[in-house]
Protein backbone atom coordinates (compact mmCIF):
# COMPACT_ATOMS: atom_id res chain seq x y z
CA UNK A 1 0.00 0.00 0.00
CA UNK A 2 2.59 2.29 0.55
CA UNK A 3 4.28 1.64 -2.15
CA UNK A 4 1.44 2.05 -4.31
CA UNK A 5 0.96 5.68 -2.57
CA UNK A 6 4.67 6.96 -3.40
CA UNK A 7 4.61 5.22 -7.05
CA UNK A 8 1.05 6.14 -7.96
CA UNK A 9 -0.83 8.43 -5.86
CA UNK A 10 1.44 11.13 -4.29
CA UNK A 11 3.08 12.13 -8.13
CA UNK A 12 -0.61 12.78 -9.02
CA UNK A 13 -1.22 14.62 -6.07
CA UNK A 14 1.73 16.86 -6.97
CA UNK A 15 0.27 17.16 -10.85
CA UNK A 16 -3.16 18.19 -9.58
CA UNK A 17 -1.66 20.94 -7.34
CA UNK A 18 0.52 22.05 -9.48
CA UNK A 19 -2.44 22.49 -11.81
CA UNK A 20 -4.56 24.25 -9.27
CA UNK A 21 -1.63 26.62 -8.61
CA UNK A 22 -0.72 27.23 -12.57
CA UNK A 23 -4.57 28.06 -12.81
CA UNK A 24 -5.05 30.30 -9.53
CA UNK A 25 -1.90 32.30 -11.12
CA UNK A 26 -3.23 32.54 -14.42
CA UNK A 27 -6.37 33.62 -13.73
CA UNK A 28 -5.59 36.54 -10.95
CA UNK A 29 -2.91 37.35 -13.88
CA UNK A 30 -5.76 37.72 -16.11
CA UNK A 31 -7.53 39.35 -13.57
CA UNK A 32 -4.66 42.56 -13.80
CA UNK A 33 -4.03 42.18 -17.46
CA UNK A 34 -7.83 43.16 -18.22
CA UNK A 35 -7.20 46.03 -16.21
CA UNK A 36 -3.74 46.83 -17.52
CA UNK A 37 -5.34 47.43 -20.74
CA UNK A 38 -8.60 49.60 -20.12
CA UNK A 39 -5.82 51.44 -18.31
CA UNK A 40 -3.60 51.55 -21.41
CA UNK A 41 -6.68 52.13 -23.55
CA UNK A 42 -7.61 54.82 -20.96
CA UNK A 43 -4.52 56.62 -21.09
CA UNK A 44 -3.82 56.83 -24.89
CA UNK A 45 -7.14 58.41 -25.02
CA UNK A 46 -6.78 60.89 -21.83
CA UNK A 47 -9.13 59.02 -19.63
CA UNK A 48 -8.70 57.69 -16.43
CA UNK A 49 -9.66 54.36 -16.99
CA UNK A 50 -11.03 52.43 -13.92
CA UNK A 51 -10.73 54.15 -10.94
CA UNK A 52 -13.63 53.64 -8.27
CA UNK A 53 -13.32 50.08 -6.97
CA UNK A 54 -10.40 49.32 -4.65
CA UNK A 55 -7.24 51.61 -4.72
CA UNK A 56 -6.58 52.97 -8.42
CA UNK A 57 -9.77 50.52 -9.02
CA UNK A 58 -7.28 47.71 -9.01
CA UNK A 59 -10.37 45.48 -7.77
CA UNK A 60 -12.13 46.25 -11.09
CA UNK A 61 -12.09 43.33 -12.52
CA UNK A 62 -13.38 41.52 -9.35
CA UNK A 63 -16.39 43.33 -9.65
CA UNK A 64 -17.16 42.77 -12.97
CA UNK A 65 -16.54 38.91 -11.87
CA UNK A 66 -19.43 39.39 -9.33
CA UNK A 67 -21.64 41.29 -11.38
CA UNK A 68 -21.71 38.34 -14.61
CA UNK A 69 -21.59 35.56 -11.79
CA UNK A 70 -24.56 36.89 -10.26
CA UNK A 71 -26.46 37.90 -13.44
CA UNK A 72 -29.29 35.30 -14.82
CA UNK A 73 -28.32 33.77 -17.33
CA UNK A 74 -30.81 33.86 -20.52
CA UNK A 75 -31.16 31.23 -23.40
CA UNK A 76 -32.93 31.70 -26.76
CA UNK A 77 -35.94 29.70 -26.75
CA UNK A 78 -34.86 28.37 -30.29
CA UNK A 79 -31.44 27.80 -29.44
CA UNK A 80 -29.84 24.20 -28.61
CA UNK A 81 -29.13 24.36 -25.02
CA UNK A 82 -26.67 21.82 -24.69
CA UNK A 83 -24.06 23.04 -27.42
CA UNK A 84 -25.17 26.84 -26.59
CA UNK A 85 -24.14 26.60 -22.64
CA UNK A 86 -20.64 23.76 -23.47
CA UNK A 87 -19.18 26.00 -26.10
CA UNK A 88 -17.95 28.88 -23.85
CA UNK A 89 -16.56 26.04 -21.95
CA UNK A 90 -14.53 24.53 -24.79
CA UNK A 91 -13.06 28.37 -25.43
CA UNK A 92 -12.15 28.68 -22.00
CA UNK A 93 -10.97 25.33 -21.15
CA UNK A 94 -8.65 24.98 -24.16
CA UNK A 95 -7.13 28.12 -24.20
CA UNK A 96 -5.77 27.39 -20.25
CA UNK A 97 -5.01 23.72 -21.60
CA UNK A 98 -2.35 25.56 -23.36
CA UNK A 99 -0.32 26.55 -20.21
CA UNK A 100 0.36 22.77 -19.56
CA UNK A 101 3.83 22.73 -21.58
CA UNK A 102 4.56 26.70 -21.14
CA UNK A 103 8.20 27.25 -19.00
CA UNK A 104 8.15 30.40 -16.98
CA UNK A 105 11.40 29.27 -15.97
CA UNK A 106 14.53 26.24 -16.08
CA UNK A 107 12.23 23.70 -15.04
CA UNK A 108 9.09 25.29 -14.47
CA UNK A 109 6.50 23.76 -16.47
CA UNK A 110 3.76 20.70 -15.91
CA UNK A 111 4.67 18.58 -18.57
CA UNK A 112 8.23 19.09 -20.32
CA UNK A 113 6.84 17.27 -23.64
CA UNK A 114 9.27 16.86 -26.88
CA UNK A 115 6.39 18.27 -28.84
CA UNK A 116 5.28 21.43 -27.11
CA UNK A 117 4.79 23.58 -30.13
CA UNK A 118 2.98 20.69 -31.73
CA UNK A 119 0.35 20.31 -28.46
CA UNK A 120 0.35 24.36 -28.32
CA UNK A 121 -0.67 24.72 -31.96
CA UNK A 122 -3.30 22.14 -31.99
CA UNK A 123 -5.06 23.71 -28.81
CA UNK A 124 -5.14 26.49 -30.41
CA UNK A 125 -6.73 25.06 -33.80
CA UNK A 126 -8.87 23.60 -31.76
CA UNK A 127 -10.58 27.06 -30.43
CA UNK A 128 -12.10 27.66 -33.24
CA UNK A 129 -14.94 24.86 -32.29
CA UNK A 130 -15.88 26.59 -29.19
CA UNK A 131 -16.65 29.88 -31.34
CA UNK A 132 -18.42 27.98 -34.08
CA UNK A 133 -20.31 25.80 -31.51
CA UNK A 134 -21.44 29.46 -30.36
CA UNK A 135 -22.46 31.19 -33.43
CA UNK A 136 -24.38 27.70 -34.65
CA UNK A 137 -26.49 26.45 -31.33
CA UNK A 138 -27.77 30.42 -31.02
CA UNK A 139 -30.15 29.88 -33.90
CA UNK A 140 -29.02 33.31 -34.98
CA UNK A 141 -28.01 34.56 -38.57
CA UNK A 142 -25.72 37.31 -36.86
CA UNK A 143 -24.26 34.90 -34.91
CA UNK A 144 -23.79 32.15 -37.28
CA UNK A 145 -22.44 34.28 -40.02
CA UNK A 146 -19.43 36.05 -37.49
CA UNK A 147 -18.83 32.89 -36.36
CA UNK A 148 -18.07 31.36 -40.23
CA UNK A 149 -15.86 34.77 -40.42
CA UNK A 150 -13.90 33.77 -37.37
CA UNK A 151 -13.35 30.34 -38.64
CA UNK A 152 -11.72 31.99 -41.59
CA UNK A 153 -9.96 34.52 -40.14
CA UNK A 154 -8.21 31.85 -37.65
CA UNK A 155 -7.59 29.23 -40.04
CA UNK A 156 -5.86 31.61 -42.30
CA UNK A 157 -3.76 33.66 -39.56
CA UNK A 158 -2.90 29.87 -38.17
CA UNK A 159 -1.20 29.11 -41.74
CA UNK A 160 1.23 32.16 -41.18
CA UNK A 161 2.45 31.59 -37.69
CA UNK A 162 2.58 27.66 -38.47
CA UNK A 163 5.61 29.10 -41.38
CA UNK A 164 7.14 31.85 -38.63
CA UNK A 165 7.28 28.63 -35.79
CA UNK A 166 9.25 26.16 -38.52
CA UNK A 167 11.66 28.98 -39.29
CA UNK A 168 12.27 29.25 -35.21
CA UNK A 169 12.06 25.20 -34.96
CA UNK A 170 14.88 25.30 -37.92
CA UNK A 171 17.01 27.36 -35.68
CA UNK A 172 16.53 25.85 -32.50
CA UNK A 173 16.42 22.27 -33.94
CA UNK A 174 14.05 20.89 -31.30
CA UNK A 175 10.40 21.11 -30.78
CA UNK A 176 10.67 20.80 -26.68
CA UNK A 177 10.15 25.12 -25.69
CA UNK A 178 12.27 24.84 -23.03
CA UNK A 179 15.08 23.53 -25.67
CA UNK A 180 13.95 26.50 -27.99
CA UNK A 181 14.45 28.94 -25.28
CA UNK A 182 18.40 27.36 -24.37
CA UNK A 183 18.79 27.68 -27.84
CA UNK A 184 18.90 31.42 -27.68
CA UNK A 185 21.34 31.15 -24.69
CA UNK A 186 24.57 32.92 -25.64
CA UNK A 187 27.30 35.35 -24.61
CA UNK A 188 25.53 37.65 -26.92
CA UNK A 189 22.57 38.10 -24.56
CA UNK A 190 19.20 40.38 -25.41
CA UNK A 191 21.05 40.08 -29.41
CA UNK A 192 21.14 36.70 -29.49
CA UNK A 193 17.93 36.27 -29.12
CA UNK A 194 15.60 34.92 -32.41
CA UNK A 195 13.95 38.62 -32.54
CA UNK A 196 17.17 40.18 -34.14
CA UNK A 197 17.82 37.56 -37.20
CA UNK A 198 14.46 36.80 -37.61
CA UNK A 199 12.82 40.26 -37.17
CA UNK A 200 10.66 40.24 -40.39
CA UNK A 201 8.73 36.85 -38.79
CA UNK A 202 8.37 38.44 -35.67
CA UNK A 203 6.48 41.43 -37.21
CA UNK A 204 4.31 38.65 -38.56
CA UNK A 205 3.67 36.60 -35.47
CA UNK A 206 3.07 40.05 -33.40
CA UNK A 207 0.31 40.75 -36.79
CA UNK A 208 -0.95 36.87 -36.74
CA UNK A 209 -1.33 36.93 -32.94
CA UNK A 210 -3.85 39.80 -32.91
CA UNK A 211 -6.10 37.95 -35.74
CA UNK A 212 -5.59 34.61 -34.03
CA UNK A 213 -7.22 35.88 -31.08
CA UNK A 214 -9.77 38.35 -32.70
CA UNK A 215 -8.10 41.54 -31.07
CA UNK A 216 -8.54 45.00 -32.41
CA UNK A 217 -7.71 46.04 -35.27
CA UNK A 218 -8.74 42.20 -36.47
CA UNK A 219 -12.03 41.81 -34.49
CA UNK A 220 -14.40 41.51 -37.36
CA UNK A 221 -15.86 38.45 -35.40
CA UNK A 222 -17.07 40.92 -32.63
CA UNK A 223 -18.05 44.31 -35.03
CA UNK A 224 -20.85 45.99 -33.73
CA UNK A 225 -21.37 48.25 -37.27
CA UNK A 226 -21.72 45.02 -38.78
CA UNK A 227 -22.65 41.89 -36.43
CA UNK A 228 -24.01 43.38 -33.39
CA UNK A 229 -21.78 41.68 -31.26
CA UNK A 230 -20.56 38.81 -33.23
CA UNK A 231 -21.18 34.93 -31.74
CA UNK A 232 -21.42 36.26 -28.74
CA UNK A 233 -24.44 38.03 -29.32
CA UNK A 234 -27.18 35.82 -27.63
CA UNK A 235 -24.56 35.57 -24.75
CA UNK A 236 -24.86 37.46 -21.34
CA UNK A 237 -24.13 36.85 -17.50
CA UNK A 238 -21.40 33.74 -16.80
CA UNK A 239 -21.24 32.17 -20.67
CA UNK A 240 -20.09 35.77 -22.00
CA UNK A 241 -17.08 35.94 -18.79
CA UNK A 242 -16.08 32.60 -20.25
CA UNK A 243 -15.42 33.58 -23.46
CA UNK A 244 -14.02 36.69 -23.07
CA UNK A 245 -11.30 34.89 -19.63
CA UNK A 246 -10.70 32.40 -23.16
CA UNK A 247 -9.92 35.27 -25.26
CA UNK A 248 -7.85 36.95 -22.53
CA UNK A 249 -5.92 33.50 -21.60
CA UNK A 250 -5.62 33.14 -25.60
CA UNK A 251 -3.39 36.87 -25.24
CA UNK A 252 -1.43 35.65 -22.69
CA UNK A 253 -0.85 32.52 -24.12
CA UNK A 254 0.47 34.35 -27.61
CA UNK A 255 2.17 36.67 -25.30
CA UNK A 256 4.26 33.68 -23.98
CA UNK A 257 4.81 31.79 -27.11
CA UNK A 258 6.44 35.48 -28.54
CA UNK A 259 8.82 35.43 -25.71
CA UNK A 260 10.00 32.10 -26.04
CA UNK A 261 10.75 31.82 -29.29
CA UNK A 262 11.69 35.43 -30.39
CA UNK A 263 12.75 37.24 -27.13
CA UNK A 264 14.83 34.37 -24.64
CA UNK A 265 12.29 33.15 -22.35
CA UNK A 266 13.25 33.75 -19.08
CA UNK A 267 16.72 34.17 -20.23
CA UNK A 268 18.40 37.41 -18.83
CA UNK A 269 18.56 40.45 -21.59
CA UNK A 270 22.60 41.14 -19.99
CA UNK A 271 24.44 37.82 -19.58
CA UNK A 272 26.39 38.55 -16.09
CA UNK A 273 25.92 36.57 -12.81
CA UNK A 274 23.06 38.59 -10.73
CA UNK A 275 21.16 38.44 -13.66
CA UNK A 276 21.23 35.06 -13.99
CA UNK A 277 20.73 34.11 -10.81
CA UNK A 278 18.19 31.55 -11.55
CA UNK A 279 15.12 32.21 -9.65
CA UNK A 280 15.12 35.59 -11.68
CA UNK A 281 14.15 33.71 -14.82
CA UNK A 282 10.42 33.79 -14.16
CA UNK A 283 10.44 37.75 -13.43
CA UNK A 284 12.56 38.43 -16.89
CA UNK A 285 9.92 35.81 -18.47
CA UNK A 286 6.60 37.83 -16.99
CA UNK A 287 8.39 41.03 -17.73
CA UNK A 288 8.86 40.14 -21.49
CA UNK A 289 5.21 38.48 -21.80
CA UNK A 290 4.20 41.94 -19.89
CA UNK A 291 6.02 43.99 -22.82
CA UNK A 292 4.15 41.59 -25.52
CA UNK A 293 1.39 42.31 -24.03
CA UNK A 294 2.00 46.28 -24.30
CA UNK A 295 2.03 45.78 -27.71
CA UNK A 296 -1.14 44.31 -28.42
CA UNK A 297 -2.92 46.99 -26.09
CA UNK A 298 -1.56 49.61 -28.25
CA UNK A 299 -2.65 48.31 -31.71
CA UNK A 300 -6.23 48.03 -30.04
CA UNK A 301 -5.75 51.71 -28.87
CA UNK A 302 -4.01 53.04 -31.95
CA UNK A 303 -4.90 51.10 -34.73
CA UNK A 304 -8.43 51.48 -36.87
CA UNK A 305 -10.35 48.13 -37.70
CA UNK A 306 -9.95 46.24 -40.74
CA UNK A 307 -12.00 45.34 -43.43
CA UNK A 308 -12.67 42.11 -43.67
CA UNK A 309 -11.26 41.65 -47.48
CA UNK A 310 -7.96 43.32 -46.09
CA UNK A 311 -7.74 41.26 -43.49
CA UNK A 312 -7.99 37.98 -45.84
CA UNK A 313 -5.77 40.23 -48.03
CA UNK A 314 -2.84 40.63 -45.91
CA UNK A 315 -2.87 36.86 -44.33
CA UNK A 316 -2.74 35.54 -48.28
CA UNK A 317 -1.06 37.64 -50.50
CA UNK A 318 1.37 39.54 -47.97
CA UNK A 319 2.19 36.87 -44.67
CA UNK A 320 1.73 34.09 -46.91
CA UNK A 321 4.49 34.57 -49.54
CA UNK A 322 6.76 36.11 -47.02
CA UNK A 323 6.85 33.60 -44.32
CA UNK A 324 7.04 30.95 -47.24
CA UNK A 325 10.53 32.61 -48.68
CA UNK A 326 11.43 33.49 -44.94
CA UNK A 327 11.38 29.54 -44.21
CA UNK A 328 13.82 28.84 -47.42
CA UNK A 329 16.04 31.55 -46.79
CA UNK A 330 16.35 30.13 -43.22
CA UNK A 331 16.79 26.45 -44.51
CA UNK A 332 19.26 27.88 -46.96
CA UNK A 333 21.23 30.13 -44.42
CA UNK A 334 21.29 27.47 -41.96
CA UNK A 335 22.34 24.62 -44.62
CA UNK A 336 24.81 26.21 -46.45
CA UNK A 337 26.33 28.39 -44.15
CA UNK A 338 26.92 25.20 -42.12
CA UNK A 339 28.67 23.93 -44.71
CA UNK A 340 30.52 26.70 -45.10
CA UNK A 341 31.86 26.59 -41.54
CA UNK A 342 32.64 22.96 -42.18
CA UNK A 343 34.69 23.34 -45.21
CA UNK A 344 36.81 26.18 -43.38
CA UNK A 345 37.43 23.86 -40.20
Do not use: H
Not at 160 to 182: D, E, P
Not at 216 to 222: A, I, R, S
Not at 287 to 304: E, H, N, Q, R, T
Amino acid sequence: MIEFFWSYLWPLIIILAECVLLLVVLLVGVAYIIYADRKIWAAVQMRRGPNVVGPWGLFQSFADLLKFVLKEPTIPASANKGVFLIAPLVSCVLAMGAWAVIPTNLGWVIADINVGVLYIFAISSLMVYGIIMAGWSSNSKYAFLAAVRSAAQMVSYEVSIGFVIITVLLCAGSLNLSAIVQAQDTRYGVFGWYWLPLFPMFVIFFVSALAETNRPPFDLVEAESELVAGFMVEYGSSPYMLFMLGEYVAICTMSAMATIFFLGGWLSPIPIWPLTWAPLGVIWFVLKALFFFFLISMAKAMVPRYRYDQLMRLGWKVFLPISLAMVAIVAAVLQYGGMAMGAMK
